[in-house]
């Protein structure tokens, strides 16, 4: 591993993988399992960001970092339930294949299908889920930033970001 | 296509009743520049009754991106998109109808019905050209209708391409999903201008097809048919999807020379599908509440329009 101290960006990396593991730890403990921050209690990634990181920048890769490992865990939740939703009815039409009885192939392709297309519209979604959110951290920085350089400077960055 | 439209009441509800006359302004007054002598079809065709449920999905798009009071009226590019998409639409009936040798729309005779074939094609083709004049040098939306228009074609062709075929709901969605969710899909674009609720466009959009085809099974059954111009054509609607699971209605769907008798025990198969078209459709409409849930900054106008149009099939 680089030296976190002299490299940002492999801090950053260290930084998710940890928070992340940290996250998922939480979350399998009796007690866990919720996708807000009371299961990070104790980490403080902006802790482990190089000295002199600005605090706007902190606060923003912290949110990021929640953001993200929380998009992960919800990722694998939706998964999960995708999956739960259709396992019976596909395992129940290939049994009944397997035993010679009448299944009916359009059906078992049709819902074959559905569970691909799920799959794939869980991804997708969860991928503009995560990145909406965080375009939102990324305006917020943008525009703390801005302010704090010079408030009264009249060409600051005068949009507002989106809830 | 389909061509239902929106209620005076979830305009009202979703306090666009202004927007929307200003919106009756700006299509009188197009019309009134148009060439004379494409006036008296054009007239027939726009004051033909339209809801405008499309430009109410842009408006209601917009509003639940910039809520609350002070985001002031719809911006000026939002109504001209607004206008241009009912022209675009306008377009699709009138090329629908002659495909389909309709003869009436809305009660009243179609396009090609009262001036002609020549006339209408020729109507259509003004159309189009007069919707991108309006659009000016807005390139999102001349990027977004130009896609709207290329899909809509391919849609119809992929539609008469895959009839009299034992397909299922996959290709029902997929089918619905590029035709008239296509053009709610770009509604979504051009009112939220940010493509943020794209995804919730095309989700209306297959759930106001699904709605039609089961409308138009319940409308014909009323009335002691069953939807009969798609059973007809072999054009996979929702409930046939449904229906054709069943090997022995497949093997009518596809039948190369069906008999009057044939028509109407497929459109009764078709009927008896409808209880579980409706539990599809409202699994597409909690789809669509999700996606108005996680997308909007306020999706309460977005919940009205799912409310809308889930209520066409009822």
């Known amino acids: ?163 | 296509m389909n061509n239902n439209g929106s209620g005076g009441d979830v305009i009202a509800a979703l306090g666009l009743t202004t927007e929307m006359n200003a919106l009756g302004a700006r299509i009188a007054a197009w019309l009134r520049g148009c060439d004379p002598e494409m006036s008296e079809a054009l007239d027939w065709q726009f004051r033909g009754g339209s809801k405008y449920f499309r430009p109410l999905t842009m408006f209601a798009c917009y509003r639940s991106i910039m809520p609350g009071p002070d985001c002031g009226p719809i911006p000026p590019e939002v109504m001209t998109a607004a206008l241009v998409v009912e022209m675009m639409h306008n377009m699709t009936l009138v090329v629908d109808d002659i495909l389909d040798r309709s003869d009436t729309r809305r009660g009243r005779a179609t396009m090609h019905t009262k001036f002609g074939e020549l006339n209408a094609l020729m109507t259509s083709g003004y159309i189009v050209a007069a919707g991108y004049e309006q659009l000016g040098g807005d390139v999102l939306a001349i990027r977004l209708v130009s896609e709207l228009i290329k899909r809509l074609g391919v849609a119809e062709c992929l539609q008469w391409r895959l009839r009299r075929q034992v397909l299922g709901v996959e290709d029902w969605r997929r089918i619905a999903g590029e035709d008239t969710g296509s053009m709610f899909e770009i509604c979504a674009c051009l009112g939220d201008r940010s493509g943020r609720l794209r995804r919730f466009g095309g989700l209306l959009g297959l759930l106001y097809h699904g709605c039609d085809d089961v409308g138009d099974v319940r409308g014909a059954v009323a009335l002691g048919g069953g939807g009969e111009a798609d059973v007809r054509d072999g054009i996979l609607t929702l409930p046939a999807a449904l229906a054709i699971r069943d090997p022995a209605v497949g093997a009518l769907f596809t039948k190369p020379e069906p008999t009057d008798a044939d028509y109407a025990n497929l459109a009764a198969a078709f009927a008896a599908r409808l209880p579980d078209a409706e539990a599809y459709l409202d699994r597409i409409a909690e789809e669509a509440r999700t996606e108005a849930r996680l997308f909007a900054v306020d999706p309460t106008p977005l919940y009205a329009l799912i409310d809308q149009t889930r209520g066409l099939s009822r």
């Open chain 1, 1 to 163: 591993m680089s030296d976190p101290s002299a490299n940002p960006l492999a801090a950053l990396s260290e930084l998710y993988m940890k928070g992340l593991a940290a996250f998922q730890s939480a979350a399998g403990s009796p007690g866990g399992g919720s996708s807000d921050q009371s299961g990070t209690q104790g980490f403080n990634p902006a802790a482990m960001l190089p000295g002199g990181t600005p605090p706007e920048v902190a606060a923003a890769l912290t949110d990021a970092w929640r953001i993200s490992a929380t998009s992960a865990l919800r990722y694998g939740q939706a998964l999960m339930a995708v999956q739960l939703r259709y396992q019976a009815a596909l395992l129940h039409a290939m049994s009944d294949r397997a035993n010679g009885r009448a299944a009916e192939t359009l059906v078992l392709a049709d819902d074959a299908r559905a569970f691909l297309r799920e799959i794939g519209d869980t991804a997708e979604r969860e991928a503009r889920r995560l990145h909406m959110e965080l375009d939102q951290v990324s305006e917020a920085l943008a525009q703390a930033l801005a302010q704090a350089a010079d408030p009264a400077d009249p060409a600051k960055r005068s949009y507002q970001v989106k809830a």
